[in-house]
């Protein structure tokens, strides 16, 4: 069974910088997309970066430029670093595992999220 935690996140003043951690025990690392999801208070849980297998990567627009993606295979880790934090990056942020079952992009595991806080 997969399982995936995340670590990294904190209090944060406005243009500072985090990186977040996700280490995924269990098979199916590198062969599987990861992702960066994020959800405020009262918001959607949203997409924020994408590392595919090849390590391509996707951003959703508000964090290009500021968040990047990575992966290192021999550890079984994914990380977000994020860069000139703003309050509105408040949020939970969560890792995912995904992949695909026949032609259907699914995200299969979560970890348990990381609270990053932006405030002065």
């Known amino acids: 069974q997969v399982q995936l935690v995340e670590s990294g996140g904190g209090l944060v003043q406005p243009g500072g910088s985090l990186r977040l951690s996700c280490a995924a025990s269990?098979?199916?690392?590198?062969?599987?997309?990861m992702g960066w999801f994020r959800q405020a208070p009262g918001m959607e849980r949203e997409n924020v970066a994408t590392?595919?297998?090849?390590?391509?990567?996707k951003y959703t627009d508000s964090v290009k430029g500021r968040f990047t993606i990575s992966r290192n295979n021999a550890k079984n880790t994914v990380y977000l670093q994020i860069d000139s934090l703003k309050p509105e990056d408040t949020a939970v942020y969560y890792c995912?595992?995904?992949?695909?079952?026949?032609?259907?992009?699914?995200?299969?595991?979560w970890g348990q999220g990381t609270q990053v806080t932006v405030s002065s």
């Open positions: 269990g098979s199916g690392f590198t062969i599987s997309s």
């Open positions: 590392i595919t297998s090849a390590s391509s990567t």
């Open positions: 995912a595992m995904g992949g695909f079952s026949g032609r259907t992009f699914r995200w299969d595991y």
